[in-house]
DNA sequence: TTGGAAAGTCAACATGACTGACATAATATC
DNA sequence: GATATTATGTCAGTCATGTTGACTTTCCAA
């Protein structure tokens, strides 16, 4: 890696970043801006019978269809008997489907709905509006930071799974 | 905007970073990284009686010594009921203590015991382990990205707020 | 002196987690 | 073919954390 300045200060001065005041700003970071990245699919959905769980499930189902229950109960991270309240009413509304595997009969696979895509396509478009003023406010190499090392903090499962997640670039 | 057709190269190449697949990359970066971010505290809390919102009430009473009632509401943004519940037990237990304001005698001013600094530091070490792994792992310019994209995010009064709290960079 | 702000409290309720127990169907294994 | 395991679904109860609404006490300030 290419030196900032000069050669001397390196050690005490590239770890500054690291400090625990500087780490205690990260956390807060955090803390403040996941509530305003909920905060608008939250708005929309108030009113509605729905939840930010619901949001979650729609989300991952619409990235990825035909999932099985299980793998969404993993990627949520959440218990099936949690996930199932939740996949009721998004079926008995009409908003998801379950086609049963053709290979293993027992496995769910999930899609959405028309309508079901329609609900996604609402909450996510608030909240990609907000990602996307934000990317734009900050410029393209801190969303490869800002990217980095929101990977780096993450459980090593979810990373796997997260890395095999398309993202446009390929 | 620029048009699609001519400047293609430039344009396109330079904003590829908002295409709604990279929003959407952002989007569950930041849900599984909250949820590894949250997770070590969370683990050291059950068992006790505490839960997030104590750790949450704990942190900024840390950071900000004698802050009144109206401004941890502010900050946390919940409203007054929900947050003297969790003010009432931490007082009880001993963790946190007021002292009515000398200016304004209404305002109750908040403190950490030692017993409640104690366990603050417990908490925030997890997180600031976790935080200082994933700094190291990326490195200080990707540091400077995440917390330029998250400061994007925030909603301005919070940014305000954030913006003010001390950093140790100056 | 009166209006409003800061704080505290009670009650009722919603959401989204959890555990534990149990049921059903299908696959896998012995 | 009998048995174990897996995937899913469901019932019941609990907990943490948020909400609204109503009301009180204390105290500052116009």
């Given amino acids: ?23 205690r700003k990260g956390i807060e970071a955090m803390f403040f801006a996941y509530r305003a990245f909920t905060a608008d699919p939250d708005r929309i959905l108030e009113g ?3 939840g930010r769980a619901h949001h979650r499930a729609v989300h991952f189902i619409n990235r990825q269809p035909g999932l099985t229950v299980n793998t969404l109960l993993t990627v949520l991270g959440v218990t099936k008997q949690s996930l199932n309240r ?7 509304d009409g908003l998801v489907e379950t086609r049963v595997g053709r290979k293993d009969k027992r496995e769910r696979h999930l899609y959405l709905t028309e309508k079901g895509a329609g609900l996604e396509r609402e909450l996510s478009e608030a909240q990609r509006a907000r990602m996307r003023a ?10 490869a930071g800002f990217r980095d090392v929101l990977e780096a903090m993450m459980d090593p499962d979810l990373r796997r799974y997260y890395s095999t997640m398309k993202d446009g670039s390929a």
Same sequence: chains 1, 2.
């Fill in 48 to 50: 509605m019978a729905y």
């Fill in 134 to 143: 934000a990317y734009r406010a900050a410029g393209p190499s801190a969303v």
């Fill in 86 to 92: 939740v996949l009721r009413t998004l079926i008995e």
């Fill in 1 to 23: 890696m290419s030196e900032p300045g000069a050669g001397a200060k390196q050690g005490g001065e590239n770890l500054l970043f690291l400090t625990d005041e500087q780490l």
